[in-house]
């Protein structure tokens, strides 16, 4: 099994410029989540889904939006790229529908520049 | 509001000795509490998690932590420190009215003399 993966591995946009960040899991898990890490912040829940069909803001929902196409792929769009989003993004799958003592399992991550 | 505060953005140990890494929690609940570790340029893996079977929490690579609900804390520690344990380490806390969504302190990063 190979896990999370997620595509690309790095990115460089200017800003303004669009992109879709894509996180696909092979685990038949239920959950899957993006997340940002800055330096300094931990990891921030941008996005959640719990099943297939249906999708949560988590704490830094601006900028951003998700699509889960089916269970096993959610992608994460930045529609006009700034600065600002310039970290590294983690996607993450658990295999309930949200339950408090889930392991999450995380891809390698992707790095995007905003230029 | 439930949070998480890791004390010390960056420890250093030699190889041998003690790993210390400290994390505070706030809850007005039972929390689920985590640690993740990354190592250079890879995903988070979970070390171990207190879902309240026991107190005393084992985890991989020879790592425990100790839930102390009267001190609020879940310090991860290693007796025996090694070269590869160098990485960032994360505690993190589930959001209780918020199913299986995770906040992370803002990380531990841990180095390892020889």
């Known amino acids: 099994n190979a896990g999370v993966t997620q595509t690309p591995k790095f990115q460089v946009l200017k800003t303004g410029q669009s992109m879709t960040l894509q996180c696909a899991q092979d685990m038949n898990h239920n959950s899957m989540y993006w997340y940002r890490q800055d330096p300094g912040m931990g990891l921030r829940l941008i996005y959640y889904?719990?099943?297939?069909?249906?999708?949560d803001k988590g704490e830094v929902p601006n900028g951003y939006n998700v699509s889960r196409l089916n269970k096993r792929e959610f992608s994460l769009r930045l529609e006009s790229a700034a600065p600002s989003q310039t970290s590294v993004y983690f996607c993450?799958?658990?295999?309930?529908?949200?339950?408090?003592?889930?392991?999450?399992?995380f891809g390698p991550g992707t790095r995007l520049l905003v230029l | 509001a439930q949070s998480v505060t890791q004390l010390g953005s960056h420890v250093s140990v030699s190889e041998g000795a003690l790993v210390l890494l400290r994390c505070n929690y706030s809850s007005s609940v039972p929390p689920y509490l985590f640690w993740y570790v990354q190592y250079p340029n890879q995903g988070l893996q979970l070390l171990l998690k207190y879902t309240s079977a026991a107190t005393l929490v084992k985890g991989i690579n020879g790592f425990e932590a100790e839930f102390k609900k009267s001190e609020t804390s879940f310090h991860l520690t290693k007796p025996s420190a090694h070269m590869s344990d160098a990485a960032e380490y994360f505690c993190?806390?589930?959001?209780?009215?918020?199913?299986?969504?995770?906040?992370f302190g803002q990380g531990t990063e841990l180095s390892v003399k020889p």
């Open positions: 993190a806390v589930s959001r209780y009215n918020q199913g299986g969504k995770l906040i």
């Open positions: 993450a799958s658990s295999v309930g529908t949200g339950q408090l003592q889930e392991t999450q399992y």
């Open positions: 889904s719990a099943s297939e069909g249906t999708t």
